[in-house]
């Protein structure tokens, strides 16, 4: 049997606590199935899988990537249930995984906002490359907003006329968001992903993927703390639960992380302002980046 479709029938096992998985959680293991594994297999008709076994079909260079998408199913459930926490570390406990962001899910699900919140702090990565060196300039500000001077259908024109959805200075100006908040609008302009809740995860998932899931996986939990659980307070965001329960929200999340797993770069490694005069479409090209059937609506 498909490699893929054994991981299904493990992430069907991870779920199988008493009363069985829920429907969002079949839901995400059918979307995977389709939009991700490329499988046209029935997630009700698999049989479920034990740890020990996933693990042994598991390549241990792939073990990082199901170790994620069993936290990911972890967050799937609701209501939230302890025993699923307990389940899901014991698989990822036999893949040999050491994955901090188990903490958080578990943190989640026993409804401890605050200590979700003194654990991101604890667990979350510094900023690093462009993030970090936005926060030290003090004209970024200035600097992203003449990105209105950028050639038409550039990188750089595209965010500006991006950053006029919202109303607020920009980032690094006086009353805008933080300076690094800038690498996470690029990100949002170069993959095409609206900025609702569904289109924050998708996006997560698909900066996951382009680095083979080998970093970058606690921006996808922050947004499921943020979407899924509603159990991360962050700025006047307001948390939500349950967003993938969401009609389409399922399929976007596979299809992000089948658009990463696509790419050629690793896309949280771009350095957006070194290429804000390209255009826009060459900068996707040139990635691999494959566009989205329903674009953002300021990419249209």
């Not at 059918?30 to 020990?52: R, V």
């Not at 598991?58 to 073990?63: L, Q």
């Not at 302890?82 to 578990?106: F, H, N, S, T």
């Not at 926060?135 to 950028?150: I, P, T, V």
């Amino acid at each position: 049997m498909d490699t893929d479709i054994q991981i299904a029938r493990g992430l069907i096992g991870a779920a199988s606590i008493p009363g069985g998985p829920t429907q969002e959680q079949m839901n995400l293991i059918q979307s995977l199935l389709h939009g991700y594994f490329g499988s046209d297999a029935d997630a009700e008709k698999l049989s479920a899988l034990s740890p020990e076994d996933l693990a042994a079909i598991v390549d241990p260079d792939d073990r990082h990537r199901v170790a994620d998408l069993l936290v990911v199913l972890e967050f799937c459930r609701h209501p939230y249930d302890e025993a699923q926490a307990d389940l899901v570390e014991k698989y990822v406990g036999a893949l040999g995984v050491d994955e901090p962001m188990l903490i958080l899910a578990r943190d989640a699900i026993q409804g401890e906002v605050e200590k979700v919140a003194a654990d991101w702090s604890r667990l979350n990565a510094p900023p690093s490359g462009e993030r970090a060196i936005a926060e030290q300039d003090r004209d970024y500000g200035a600097k992203l907003r003449a990105l209105e001077n950028c050639p038409p259908l550039s990188l750089g024109r595209t965010y500006f006329q991006y950053y006029q959805q919202f109303d607020s200075p920009f980032p690094g100006e006086d009353g805008g968001p933080h300076p690094s908040v800038a690498s996470h609008d690029f990100d949002h302009v170069i993959t095409g992903y609206d900025t609702d809740p569904p289109g924050e995860l998708a996006l997560q998932a698909m900066l996951l993927a382009s680095n083979g899931f080998q970093d970058h996986f606690s921006s996808l939990v922050a947004s499921l703390l943020l979407y899924e659980s509603a159990s991360l307070p962050f700025l006047t965001i307001i948390p939500k639960e349950a967003v993938l329960d969401r009609d389409g929200a399922m399929d976007l999340l596979a299809n992000g992380f089948l658009r990463g797993q696509m790419t050629t770069v690793d896309c949280r490694s771009l350095d957006h302002m070194a290429i804000v005069n390209r255009p826009l479409a060459e900068i996707r090209r040139d990635c691999g980046i494959e566009p989205l059937s329903q674009p953002a609506h300021w990419d249209r």
